[in-house]
T-cell receptor, first 115, second 114 residues
Framework: AQKVTQAQTEISVVEKEDVTLDCVYE???????LFWYKQPPSGELVFLIR??????QNEISGRYSWNFQKSTSSFNFTITASQVVDSAVYFC????????????FGPGTRLSVLP | DTEVTQTPKHLVMGMTNKKSLKCEQH?????MYWYKQKAKKPPELMFV???????INESVPSRFSPECPNSSLLNLHLHALQPEDSALYLC?????????????FGPGTRLTVT
């Protein structure tokens, strides 16, 4: 079975602080894809990144960076110099098969960035 | 244009009403999804359409009835709902059903059943 754990339920930081959101996944499949989505208060889930299991390169996109480590089954997300607009719920997700099932979301981490 | 639109944004309905939620995408995606999201929970998959055919039904009660009239549109027909069905209903689409493709979500319809 597949599982995604986001141990941090809620995080509060002050603007301009760096913050890391943890994601740990479980799967026995060797081919899988990991995703991060952002859900602001408006409700829409915004796609941030997709990473496949064969690509362990870290990724940086502006103030966002992702650290994928297969050895620890983790796919952590760091926001550098956080801003109030980063306040949202962030979901890590795992997908392992080709048929739509098993798109497993983690429980989410609510990030509040205070001015 | 990576936009998925949903109407209405808010819906209040009684338990005896019949209503429909609508979703539209113009990205040429061939897979479309309905999710249900309760407060402070992740989205839960309800239905998946691939090439306009129902591919997955996650044991959803029959009071929810999906429909895919064409490759750009997805409807969710609601009938005889219960108060516990109140939630945010999200539509999503992806290029294909395969695991490699990310899903793009609409803003959702916030449904309240009274």
């Amino acid at each position: 079975a597949q599982k995604v754990t986001q141990a941090q339920t809620e995080i509060s930081v002050v603007e301009k602080e760096d913050v890391t959101l943890d994601c740990v996944y479980e799967t026995r499949d060797t081919t899988y894809y990991l995703f991060w989505y952002k859900q602001p208060p408006s409700g829409e889930l915004v796609f941030l990144i997709r990473r496949n299991s064969f690509d362990e390169q870290n990724e940086i996109s502006g103030r966002y960076s992702w650290n994928f480590q297969k050895s620890t089954s983790s796919f952590n997300f760091t926001i550098t110099a956080s801003q109030v607009v980063d306040s949202a719920v962030y979901f890590c997700a795992l997908r392992v098969d080709n048929y739509g099932q098993n798109f497993v979301f983690g429980p989410g981490t609510r990030l509040s960035v205070l001015p | 244009d990576t936009e998925v639109t949903q109407t209405p944004k808010h819906l209040v309905m009684g338990m005896t009403n019949k209503k429909s939620l609508k979703c539209e995408q113009h990205m040429g995606h061939r897979a479309m999804y309905w999710y249900k999201q309760k407060a402070k929970k992740p989205p839960e998959l309800m239905f998946v359409y691939s090439y306009e055919k129902l591919s997955i039904n996650e044991s959803v009660p029959s009071r929810f009835s999906p429909e895919c009239p064409n490759s750009s549109l997805l409807n969710l027909h609601l009938h005889a709902l219960q108060p516990e069905d109140s939630a945010l209903y999200l539509c999503a689409s992806s290029q294909e059903l395969a695991q490699t493709y990310e899903q793009y979500f609409g803003p959702g319809t916030r449904l309240t059943v009274t």
